[in-house]
């Protein structure tokens, strides 16, 4: 666990709640999450009584550090696999450990067939305010490669459901599935825009090695979707979404209005402090003052994996943490950039980690880089640039 801390009141503090449980494991998914009889705790009482323990710890750990905590992100996995009385104890121990800013904002994923018109309402009585669906796609085929367990319909009853209670819906999106058609990929966009949320994320496919996708990928039963037509499907949706009234603020985030943007997203971009609590979490505190008036240089860690290795360690009051890293001003000076770059607000070219006047030129004459912001001292990646915007990073450091 990291040192008791006098953080830099300008930063705000988010937590990200770990929520490690699915019904099935999909065919792509390499996130640390478990279906039924996958390694999970005895019971989902035990997980809940883990992730409050750990709290307990984490209030030592941070003891004078007095901001409320401004965002609540419960992920997985999916956390509304757990009844809501737990995701509504797991926000009252947040609530009880760090305090909740009267402006916070609270998030849970869900998956469409995982809530029901109660459990919605009754989250959003408790002070959550909004809901991320995973949604993926409307094209039934997509949704079977996927190994996604919804019927389409289901999204909209769920939005419905949300709506009623009061939540800001986001919308997540996959595209470039093996199979997906850019027509398959339209449908899915329109479907979504049709249900108007406040949000929308369109991410592309990752087949990861280690998955039954990869495996499937190796065997030569799927084909990939080529990089020429997953950027098609990447500049339709921000055509469609942008003619729909969404502004992108991150390559992969559109928002009706910039109060609607994922502020706890936004806060990893912009590199503020959080506290990952579960099984996995990662954790990131800024530089801070120590309890002797020590200056304390950034860290990050992490969280053992086994939901099992972390219930026996916090049960015995043990921290729960694998492996922690300093991180020096030279490391985060490049994280900015990877960062910052991916975001319309951009960076200023001041920011940089060392001079990079000549590789900025090359990326405005390559149409990566708005020339005009260039001028004015902003690194701004163009509609072209957000489809090579790893490539950009390279360049920049």
Known sequence: MAAPTHADPGRDLGVYIHVPFCAVRCGYCDFNTYAPGEGEFSSRDDYVGAALAEMTLARTAMEGDERPVSTVFLGGGTPTMLDPRALIALLDGVKQTWGLAADAEVTTEANPDSVTRESLAALAAAGFTRVSFGMQSAVPHVLATLERTHRPENVARAVGWAREAGLAVSLDLIYGTPGESLADWHASLDAAIALAPDHVSAYALVIEPGTRMGRQLRSGEIEPVDLDTQAEMYEAADARLAAAGYAWYEVSNWAREPGQRCRHNVAYWTSQDWWGVGPGAHSYLGPRIGPVGEELPAQ??????????????????????????????????????????????????????????????????????????????????????????????????
Request: proline share 5%; net charge negative; no cysteine.
């Open 300 to 397: 990050r860690w992490w969280n053992v994996k086994l939901p099992r290795a972390y219930a026996a360690r916090l049960a015995t009051g043990d921290s729960p943490v694998a492996e922690a890293e300093p991180l020096t001003a030279d490391d985060l000076a490049l994280e900015a950039v990877m960062l910052q770059l991916r975001l319309a607000d951009g960076m200023a070219i001041a920011d940089l980690p060392e001079p990079r006047s000549r590789e900025v030129a090359a990326l405005v004459a390559d149409g990566i880089l708005d020339g005009r912001a260039a001028i004015a001292g902003r690194l701004l990646l163009t509609l072209r640039g957000r489809l090579l915007a790893d490539a950009a990073v390279r360049q920049l450091t």
